[in-house]
Every structure is written in C-alpha cells, then in structure tokens.
C-alpha cells in the first residue's frame, strides 16, 4: 500500500517560517489534486491548501498570504512554505494526494508555534 512522507514539521516561534515536504513511497500514477490539511486536538480536520496537476491553487482563508503550495509533477512531491506563523497555526499537517478517484494519506507531521 503506497503511502505518503510528510517531513519538515517542527517547533518554531511565531512569526517564523518552516517549509514541508511531502513524497509517496511509491509510485502513484496521474494524481490529480494534492493538498495539506491540519488537524488541532479538539477539532476537525481543515483543508489548508491544495493544488491541481494543472498548478491551480486554493487556500484557507485563514492562512492566505502567508502559505504558499507548490508541487513538482515529475517527482509527485508537494510542498507547504508556511511564513509569519501564528500560535493558530499549530496542529499535525497532513498530506493528501487524489489518484483515479483514491485518497492516498500521509501520517501527518506536527507543527508547533510558540507565542
């Protein structure tokens, strides 16, 4: 079962920045949408960003401005740059790749924003 890789999380003050990464560990052919979703303890899991094989993008409005998605179509990598970090921002980040109508999720990597 191929899976996805999420690295890059980690402890940052607010007002920083940190870029995630995201690769499948195997090979998934024709993936339409990849995207970043969060989850804060307590509440549901949120679209962050998303983006299609076409490079078309959609943001939170929350995080518009300050993320910004992009993906690499050869490697299937999608990336996250998260820049002026708020306390809010802080959750597990999770990657999502949609392939021939199949959600291919990561196991998340966490972000944490001190104040």
């Known amino acids: 079962q191929v899976q996805l890789v999420e690295s890059g999380g980690g402890l940052v003050q607010a007002g920083g920045s940190l870029t995630l990464s995201c690769v499948p560990s195997?090979?998934?052919?024709?993936?339409?949408?990849m995207a970043w979703h969060r989850q804060v303890p307590g509440k549901q899991r949120e679209l962050v960003a998303a983006i299609t094989s076409g490079s078309r993008t959609n943001y939170a409005d929350s995080v518009k401005g300050r993320f910004t998605i992009s993906r690499d179509n050869v490697k299937n990598t999608v990336y996250l740059q998260m820049s002026s970090l708020k306390p809010e921002d802080t959750g597990v980040y999770y990657c999502i790749a949609n392939a021939g109508g199949i959600n291919y999720w990561g196991k998340g990597t966490p972000v944490t924003v001190s104040s």
């Open positions: 195997g090979t998934i052919f024709s993936i339409n949408v």
